[in-house]
């Protein structure tokens, strides 16, 4: 069974950084190219960053360019997102998903972790 | 940027009820669409993927259809279960972008 579950998350001051992880199983985590996606509170759903299966080509939206890092250890089937100079518009559920290939569709998404952001 | 811009924003359906909800894509994705489904809490569904491929384990009263710009999601008969709110998203180019939401509800 694909799991995916993240962790990190939690209440931080502006200006402040996060490490967010997400531990896989159930498949071959190598194999996968993997999102990033937010959502905050009674919005809507925002894709943040992608990485391929072997972290050769990356992307970020926009609004996190420059602040957020996204990274995998397939040794350790595990996925990352760094958030530096976290904003109060950060605040959101974060979720990890796993990304089809060839249609670039996400299949399993994790429960998420809430970042706050907050003085 | 790619805007998805969803109709309608809301509905009220009863079970039994054929629902469709239409996409519109800022310029063309081609078939590069999704549809998901979230509950509140829950993490979001795939539902459709390419536009019209039913994701494995999603029942067949679900069906999406379109290409380029317009697109459209269909729920034969709605069932108890698929009160929820429903996202389109384009994978075609980054930033990949989502809908704003349409929410189903009971009436």
């Known amino acids: 069974e694909v799991q995916l579950v993240e962790s990190g998350g939690g209440l931080v001051q502006p200006g402040g950084s996060l490490r967010l992880s997400c531990a896989a199983s159930?498949?071959?985590?190598?194999?996968?190219?993997m999102n990033w996606v937010r959502q905050a509170p009674g919005k809507g759903l925002e894709w943040v960053s992608y990485?391929?299966?072997?972290?050769?080509?990356?992307y970020y939206a926009d609004s996190v360019k420059g602040r957020f890092t996204i990274s995998r250890d397939n040794a350790k089937n595990s996925l990352y997102l760094q958030m530096n100079s976290l904003r109060v518009e950060d605040t959101a559920v974060y979720h990890c998903?796993?990304?089809?290939?060839?249609?670039?569709?996400?299949?399993?998404w994790g429960q998420g972790t809430l970042v706050t952001v907050s003085s | 940027d790619i805007q998805m811009t969803q109709s309608p924003s809301s509905l009220s359906a009863s079970v039994g009820d054929r629902v469709t909800i239409t996409c519109r894509a800022s310029q063309s994705v081609t078939s590069y669409l999704n549809w998901f489904h979230q509950k509140p809490g829950k993490a979001p569904k795939l539902l459709i993927y390419?536009?019209?491929s039913l994701q494995s384990g999603v029942p067949s009263r679900f069906t999406g259809s379109g290409s380029g710009t317009d697109f459209t999601l269909t729920i034969s008969s709605l069932q108890p279960e698929d009160f929820a709110t429903y996202y389109c998203q384009q994978s075609y180019s980054t930033p990949w972008t989502f809908g704003q939401g349409t929410k189903v509800e009971i009436k």
């Open positions: 998903a796993r990304v089809v290939p060839a249609v670039t569709a996400t299949d399993y």
């Open positions: 390419a536009a019209s």
């Open positions: 990485i391929s299966s072997s972290s050769s080509i990356i």
């Open positions: 159930g498949f071959t985590f190598s194999s996968y190219s």
